[in-house]
Each structure stands twice: as structure tokens, then as C-alpha cells.
């Protein structure tokens, strides 16, 4: 006969106990069983009797008479819980999975809402995505490190830890390639030890146990990491091969025209810029330059001197044989675009622009160069904002920016944040800045590295990390004879 509302009577002529309280586990905690039902697991003997009260037994029964409940591996006494050491084992199980949870939401964040192409944001995702099953492993943790009365808790904190450990093994993959130091490796550097010290743990105690299918679980986990390193690897490196970079420069002289007053000739330059590959880009630097050239002539009888002292006046670009003594005089320069301003896929630029040469002038030929330095906006995110403000060189009161003229000439500088668009990359590397150079009288020089300006231009490292954000330089140039132009002023005024 039963009790209303309360558990079962216990009488002399019971067959068998109602209460089974099973041998304690690794952790110490002894499973209850009353009626063939699991109703929870105790830690100690108070807490077992506060489980049958709430179950409706009396707060007196004898709880170590056999006919009312019935122990296995282990008396009333054996209570092998260490308190300390497990709640220590569970704070420091959820305090590295919520860092974890955190770094990946960090990771994928950025990426998931502005990167410029499907597979980063893709690989964004895939990070966020596994920062929210951290998230659900940190709830399961409660419970695994606690009662363990939820099947699979154990296998979602064993996920989480797997997340943790290749999240934070690529980490320190992708630091070491340069081994910079970084406040995150702060971070991921103690997280990985983490990873490996609750991985070992978690597998020691098998706890994917209590999983209907532990191979599917196992086999979810494997494709989840090939998806995750597919993605980030055609992200990286397989995408931005993919799609190259391709400019149309142009840059033509139209009829010259002769002033009606003064003795000069007006040249009309045509330029044209467009951007013709497949992805949009910055424009970190840009300019155009006229020069005019002035020319000794000879008689080429000393052939070999002629095209050493050529070579080496036109920087090996070109060699002539009756021409002795080159220079080139600066007509003009000028730049079509604002450093910081982008060229998206298919975007065109022209620019009309007349100089004047004198009638009288010594100049056999007229060139221009017009050259466009460019980021691609796939491999970089250009603080457009800082560096579109341009730093005079010369003005003291640029402060950090300023360097003496004697030094320096006279120069603008423009100086701004670039981060990658892969977000792992920027937690592994220090700051890296984009500082590009213009002057009038000079040539346009441009720097990504970790140089943060303390007046003057580190030009060592001008080449360093070009590579990795997709830098280039595009080029056009044509040159003309001065008779040319002059015949075509002189047929206008007739």
C-alpha cells in the first residue's frame, strides 16, 4: 500500500529495497535509484536523505537497514567526494570555455559582417557559429561537473574543448609564421594549454558516454574542422590568387596650341585610369610626371661609352648610341587621385591637363610617366578616414609628422591603419600602417609595415608586408619630340 502523494511504504515483508544508492563514480558521486528509477545523485549522506524526504520518505528511516535501501560498492560512510577540488576543476572548465566563447566571437565577428568576399564571411561565420556551441558547453559543463542528469553533457563540453584546441592551435600556426608579439598572445597562448589539460581530462574519463551514436558525433566533429580549414584556405590563399589584378593606364598628348602673348607652347595631357581586373582596390599612392629631356648629340664614334653612359642615365630602361650626356628637367606633376580613395571593378578616371614649354626650349623630347599604386580591398581594410588627411613634412605643427627640411625636402605624408581581412591574421601580427609619400620635385614612395611615424619615413622598409595585402604598381608612359608638338602649335596660328 502506497501513501498519497508520498513514496513508497517500506514494510518487513518487502521483497526488495525501494532505494539502491550505486557505487560512487571518479568523482566521487553515488548515483540513486528508488523503484528501478533514477532520481538523482548525492555527494553525501545529507544529501541523500534530503532527496528521499523530497520524495515523500521519512526524515527518521534507517538508512542503513537492508530492507530499505541497499548499497553498492561502498557503505553509508564511503563518500569519496573531494568538494574542493571539484568545484576547482568546474570553475576552471567554464572560466577557459567562456575565453574561448569570447575569442571566437572576436575572431569571426569582424569577418562574418564586413568582409569583402562570400568565403571570409563564410569563415566568419563558421567562428561565430562555433563560439555559440562554446556558449552551450559552458551550460553543459554545469551539469557534467555537477549531477550529470542530462545525457550528452559531457560530449558538448568534449566539442567545446575540440573547438577551443583547433581554434587555438591555428592560433599560434599562424603566429608562428612571423613570431610577433601580440597582446592576443596573451590570450590564446594560455588558452591552448587549457584546451590540451581539459582534453586530456575529458578523454580520461570517456566522456562521451551516455551518446546514443558517439561515431556520428565524432564523425560531425571531423567534417565540421575539414569545412572550417577548406573555408579558411580558399579564403587566404586560393581566392585572392584567383582573381587577379588587371589596370588600363593611358596617358596621350593632344595638338599643342601656341599663346597669343607669351612665348609659349600650351600642351594638352589626356590621362586615363581604369580599373579592369576583379577586384576593387584602394589607391594608396598616385602621380604623373612631365619631364623634358635635353640631349648632347655625338658623332657615335665611341660606340661602347655611349651605351654604358645611356644605360646608366636611363637607369638601364633604354640605350642610345648618338646621344651624349642626357638630363631630365621636371615640367610637371600631379596626382589624378586622393590617397584613400578606391576604384571598384570596371571604374574609369580621366583627367585633362595642360602645361607649358617655351618656345624657345632646349628640350628634344617631352615624356610623361603616370603610375597608380594600389591595396586590394580583399587582402585589407584601409582606415580611409586617417588616411585620406594629409601631413605636411615641413609644418611644425604636425608634430610627430614633422621632419627638418634639410632632411626630408618637402613632403606630404598620408598614414592610416590597414587590417587584414582575415581576422586570425590581425591577432597574430602586430599593427600594421600603409604611409605613402608625394612630393612635386620627388618620387612617390609608399610603406606597409609596422612603422607608426616618428617623423620621417622608415624607406627600409618599403617592401615589407606588400606582398600579403595585394600592394602593386601599375604604370604608363609616352614620350614625343618637341618638333612635333611645336609644328602642330605652329600649323594652329598659322
Known sequence: MRRAGRGPSLGPMSIRPWVVVEAPDSRGLRTVVVGGERVGGVWSLPQLR???VRLGYPEDLDLDDPVAVQWRGGDSGTWPDRTRRRRATAALMTAGMLASMVLGVVIGWPDALGALTFAQRITGALFVLSAAVQGAAVVAGLDHWGKRQVKGSGAVVLLGVLIAFATDSLLLFVWADEREFTPFLLLFLPLWCWSVWALWLLVRERAWRGMRRPRTFAAGVVVTALLTAVSLAYST???????PMHFVLRAEFGAARADAVRPFVHVPLKLYVKNAGGIPVYVINNDYTVHGRTTAYSDGANRLEEWRRSLDERRAEDAERYVDGLNFTRISSGRPHRPGDWLDVGQEFTKEHVFQVPVDTDFDTISVV???????????????EEFR?????????EGRYYCRPEK?????????????NNNLVNLTRKPRYVTAVWSPGGRPIYTISTFHFTGGVARSEEERDVARYGAATAYADVEVPVAELLRSAGADTG
Open 237 to 243: 590563399m586560393y581566392q585572392p590568387a584567383a582573381a
Open 50 to 52: 534530503r532527496t528521499l
Open 389 to 397: 588627411r594629409p601631413h605636411r613634412s615641413w609644418d611644425r605643427a
Open 370 to 384: 603616370l603610375q597608380i599604386t594600389y591595396m586590394r580591398k580583399d587582402r585589407g581594410k584601409l582606415d580611409v
Open 408 to 420: 626630408c625636402g618637402e613632403e606630404f605624408y598620408y598614414h592610416g591603419r590597414v587590417r587584414h
